[in-house]
Nanobody
Framework: QVQLVESGGGLVQAGESLRLSCAATGRTGSITDIGWFRQAPGKRRELVADISRGGYTDYADSVKGRFGISRDNVKNTVYLQMNSLEPEDTAVYYC????????????WGQGTQVTVSS
C-alpha cells in the first residue's frame, strides 16, 4: 500500500502564491506518475498537473504558465507551486499516485483546501 499526505493549502488573495506538498510513504516503488487533482463545489474533479517518475510533466490548460509541478524521488515528495492564483483556483486539491501495475490512480491523499479571495 501507498499513503499520500498533502500539506500547504490555505487562504490567499488573488495574485499570490502557494506551494503544495505531497509526501508518499509505504510501497513507493510500486508507483509511477503522481498527479495533482482539484475539485471545486459543484464541479467535477479535474487533473491539474502530473509528473512521471522520470520528470515528464503535463498541465491543464487553465494552469499552464502559472503552476509548476516537481518531484523529489529521494524524499518521495511531489510539489505543486501555484503562482498568480485566481479565485477560480479555489478547490480542494488532492494528490494521487498511479499504480505501476494497473496504470490507474489507485492511491489518494485526503485533500487540502485552497481558497483564493478576490
Amino acid at each position: 500500500q501507498v499513503q499520500l499526505v498533502e500539506s500547504g493549502g490555505g487562504l490567499v488573495q488573488a495574485g499570490e502564491s502557494l506551494r503544495l506538498s505531497c509526501a508518499a510513504t509505504g510501497r513507493t516503488g510500486s508507483i509511477t506518475d503522481i498527479g495533482w487533482f482539484r475539485q471545486a463545489p459543484g464541479k467535477r474533479r479535474e487533473l491539474v498537473a502530473d509528473i512521471s517518475r522520470g520528470g515528464y510533466t503535463d498541465y491543464a490548460d487553465s494552469v499552464k504558465g502559472r503552476f509548476g509541478i516537481s518531484r523529489d524521488n529521494v524524499k518521495n515528495t511531489v510539489y505543486l507551486q501555484m503562482n498568480s492564483l485566481e479565485p477560480e483556483d479555489t478547490a480542494v486539491y488532492y494528490c494521487a499516485a498511479k499504480n505501476a501495475w494497473t496504470r490507474t490512480y489507485d492511491y489518494w491523499g485526503q485533500g487540502t483546501q485552497v481558497t483564493v479571495s478576490s
